[in-house]
């Protein structure tokens, strides 16, 4: 019997991040099980922060950004 595989506790679904016009993440899909260490790791300017913003609702405080998706936290969407 193999054990089931944990549940996630983030969940990004068909995310897509833009300043103003331009897009900077496009259809970003992710699950962080619970219980677990992620690293995100990339070079200057290729979107760890904004990644984070994302998942924080840190992006409204910025003129001009948007992001469209899902972000699922526990199951439950923090967007709605």
């Known amino acids: 019997m193999s054990p089931s595989p944990p549940s996630a506790l983030l969940t990004l679904e068909d995310l897509s991040i833009r ?4 897009p900077v993440q496009e259809h970003v ?10 690293v995100l790791i990339g070079p200057s300017g290729s979107g760890k922060s904004t990644l984070l913003r994302a998942m924080n609702r840190m992006l ?10 899902r972000v699922l936290l526990g199951g439950k969407n923090i967007y709605a």
């Open 19 to 22: 300043y103003g016009n331009q």
């Open 60 to 69: 409204e405080v910025i003129p001009g950004a948007s992001c469209t998706g």
């Open 29 to 38: 899909e992710l699950q962080l099980p619970a219980h677990q260490i992620m």
